[in-house]
């Protein structure tokens, strides 16, 4: 019985033990509890090492200033031993120009003017007339070619008896007559006939002597190029310089 009794008595003093003691959830909130309070140690002890690092640059920037400070001091100082004059400018007085007027500094109107434009200090635009066509100056000495007609015939004057813009594939020829000024027998005259923009025929001429205000034609025959139906033209040039613009004819079926 005795030897029973040993074996409960400790079990008794457990149990006893377990019923006095605190229940799991209290244990878990008090881990965590001392848990916390040692994070926020940890965070108070950084905290007051970063504001201890931020005193210490705090205190070598002004350090710094103050270093800057003097050295402009000491350069003052040297600037004025050599005998450079000392210039307090709090003490000059701005002195307008002799004249009376503001100079530069006056205010300046702007008077704005119809038409998006405005005068003053900035001007943004000036309303400006049309510009007069200057006239091209044509020197009546030169040789050129004038009055460039297509024609089916000329005259005994060496003119067009006609000036025609419409021939048959079956016509004989086709003229292209000028009056002439100012040429000599040192000046070419070219001759570029196209059809449908690609050049067919090209010749050239000079007069066998002088020739100013008569008359002088280029006849087109079968004979020196086919008079194909479609759309025609031909430039006139005098020593490579074209007397206008190609003239245009058209060749019917």
């Known amino acids: 019985m005795n030897r029973t009794l040993a074996l409960l008595l400790p079990a008794v003093m457990l149990a006893g033990c377990n019923f006095f003691a605190p229940p799991a959830a209290d244990q878990t909130l008090a881990a965590d509890h001392a848990f916390m309070g040692t994070q926020i140690g940890n965070l108070r002890e950084t905290e007051v090492a ?135 027998s040192a000046n070419v005259i070219t001759y570029r006939w196209q059809r449908e923009s690609i050049e067919v025929w090209v010749d050239t001429w000079s007069p066998g002597g002088n020739v100013n205000g008569q008359c002088v034609w280029y006849y087109l025959t079968p004979s020196q190029t086919t008079l194909e139906p479609g759309a025609w033209s031909v430039e006139v040039l005098v020593d490579n310089i074209p007397m206008g613009t190609p003239i245009p004819f058209t060749i019917n079926p």
Not at 80 to 108: C, E, H, K, N, V
Not at 110 to 139: D, E, K, R, Y
């Open 50 to 184: 970063s504001a201890d690092r931020l005193l210490v640059t705090q205190e070598a920037l002004q350090t710094a200033v103050r270093d800057v400070e003097a050295q402009g001091t000491r350069i003052a100082a040297t600037v004025i031993a050599l005998g450079t004059p000392f210039i307090d400018a709090s003490q000059i007085t701005p002195a307008g120009p002799a004249d009376g007027s503001a100079g530069a500094f006056a205010p300046t109107a702007v008077v704005v003017l119809p038409g998006g434009a405005s005068q003053g200090s900035f001007a943004v635009g000036t309303p400006t007339t049309a510009p007069t066509p200057v006239p091209v100056v044509v020197n009546p000495n030169a040789p050129s070619l004038t009055n460039i007609v297509i024609a089916d015939a000329v005259g005994e004057n060496d003119c067009a008896t006609a000036t025609m813009s419409s021939f048959s594939a079956a016509a004989p020829g086709v003229y292209v007559v000028a009056v002439a000024n100012n040429l000599t």
